[in-house]
């Protein structure tokens, strides 16, 4: 399965944004979706996931209540709106296809099957 990101960019700080990742290759449903974000220096970071069919999501700490993980699964694309966004929001942001039953089983990297190129999410004062 392939992951393209898009939507990154440079944002004020308090704003929202919105990441798509279009996920091509292979039947959108077989996967969990998610996304993780590494900012510079630090380790990668579980940021959002949402279930293969039944849509439960499950966020990071750092993200609780201020991001919102959704999905077409006619245009076969995961989105990550965040908003209230901070100066440590700041990251590149992976958009993520596992096989995992449950988003809550997503949250450590290394467990992760497919993983996008990431796209720069750069928030400003």
């Known amino acids: 399965v392939q992951l393209e990101e898009s939507g990154g960019g440079l944002v004020q700080a308090g704003a929202s944004l919105r990441l798509s990742c279009a996920v091509t290759g292979d039947t959108f449903t077989n996967y969990a979706l998610g996304w993780f974000r590494q900012a510079p220096g630090k380790e990668r970071e579980f940021v959002a996931a949402?279930?293969?069919?039944?849509?439960?999501?499950h966020y990071g700490d750092a993200v609780q209540g201020r991001c919102t993980i959704s999905k077409d699964s006619a245009k076969k694309t995961v989105f990550l709106e965040m908003d209230h966004l901070k100066l440590d929001d700041t990251a590149v942001y992976y958009c993520?296809?596992?096989?995992?039953?449950?988003?809550?089983?997503?949250?450590?990297?290394?467990?992760?099957?497919?993983w996008g190129q990431g796209t720069q999410v750069t928030v400003s004062s």
């Open positions: 949402i279930s293969r069919s039944t849509g439960n999501t």
């Open positions: 993520v296809a596992d096989r995992s039953l449950a988003p809550a089983l997503m949250t450590n990297p290394d467990q992760i099957d497919y």
